[in-house]
């Protein structure tokens, strides 16, 4: 490859397939409205983290991810761990849309493609989490939009045994999310955590949802933290205490408008640092991380400032 070109990381798999089976179109469509660069396809989970670290430390300068959530997550963090003064560029294909919803990349792949082209390069934050593997020891990983548990960490366990068979990524629109959410509610059972932000003493809390967001939207287009900024070196910490099945039912579709957090069993926060472990040993708590289950609690998450250069539109705040 020539690393002064532009590298766009395809993730075949996303969108069920569809972002393969639709390459080829797309292909002309980036090159027509963004101009020359290479190209690279994943064939398996972890694939686009290690084409876009590798490739970042042999000097490619533009990595641009094509594929869902996932996707874009995973060439986020090759590119983080390189820690080299690589760029990531978003075109928009695949199930999920979150991230690029807080960017404000168009949805229509010509004006991405544009996008790509004449956008500006900005420096954003990035969470970190370390979190708990299944054998016990401690790893972590960056996400670029959220990571979160309870209510949200069992449906993407649940989903995500289901879906990665076949390659599908977790969170496959808005439909399809809510389906498995209430899926999940009528099983779910409230866990007891401890909660510390920062130095502050620890908080003992049931919840139905702790969400840590970098970005606004999650889960296919919850707005799950409607005033997060890519670039006030914060997370926004969104609490939702232990709600009842009814409860989650009834006030669950005020999260896809943004205005849940009026609501006195929600609380919310602007954060550096935060921890959560549970109460009692022996609990398992699932996490998830940019729509992936890596691990589960105890977990810490804190935030990088100014940590990665991602191209967006012009008139982004």
Not at 21 to 28: E, N
Not at 156 to 184: D, W
Request: with cysteine.
């Amino acid at each position: 490859m020539t690393p002064g070109l532009p590298l766009v990381i395809i993730n075949p798999a996303a969108g069920g397939g569809e972002a393969g089976r639709s390459w080829a179109a797309a292909a002309a469509t980036v090159r027509s409205h963004f101009g020359p660069y290479q190209c690279a396809f994943t064939e398996r989970e972890g694939d686009a983290a290690r084409l876009a670290e590798e490739e970042a430390r042999a000097g490619r300068r533009f990595i641009i991810s094509f594929g869902g959530d996932g996707t874009i997550s995973e060439v986020a963090r090759g590119i983080l761990r390189s820690r080299a003064e690589a760029e990531l560029g978003v075109l928009p294909q695949g199930t999920g849309a979150d991230f690029l919803r807080t960017l404000g990349i168009p949805s229509r792949l010509a004006d991405a493609a544009r996008t790509l082209r004449c956008g500006q390069s900005r420096k954003i934050d990035v969470g970190q989490v370390f979190y708990t593997r299944p054998d016990g020891t401690t790893e972590s990983r960056y996400f670029i939009n959220s990571a979160s548990f309870g209510l949200s960490g069992e449906v993407a366990a649940r989903t995500n045994r289901v879906h990665r068979a076949n390659g599908r990524h977790l969170f496959g629109g808005t439909l399809a999310y809510a389906t498995h959410t209430v899926k999940a509610a009528m099983a779910f059972v409230p866990p007891a955590v401890w909660i510390q932000i920062g130095t502050d003493a620890a908080r003992r809390l049931s919840v139905t949802q702790v969400s840590v967001n970098n970005g606004k939207f999650f889960g296919g287009g919850m707005k799950i933290a409607p005033g997060a900024s890519l670039i006030d070196g914060h997370l926004d910490l969104v609490i939702v205490r232990k709600l009842s099945f009814g409860r989650i039912l009834a006030d669950g579709p005020r999260i896809y408008t943004g205005t849940h957090l009026s609501l006195p069993e929600v609380d919310h926060s602007r954060v550096e640092s935060v921890s959560a472990r549970p109460v009692s040993e022996g609990t398992t708590i699932d996490l998830e991380v940019d729509g992936e289950t890596p691990g589960t609690l105890p977990a810490r998450f804190q935030v990088w400032p100014q940590a990665l250069i991602v191209r967006t539109p012009l008139n982004t705040n």
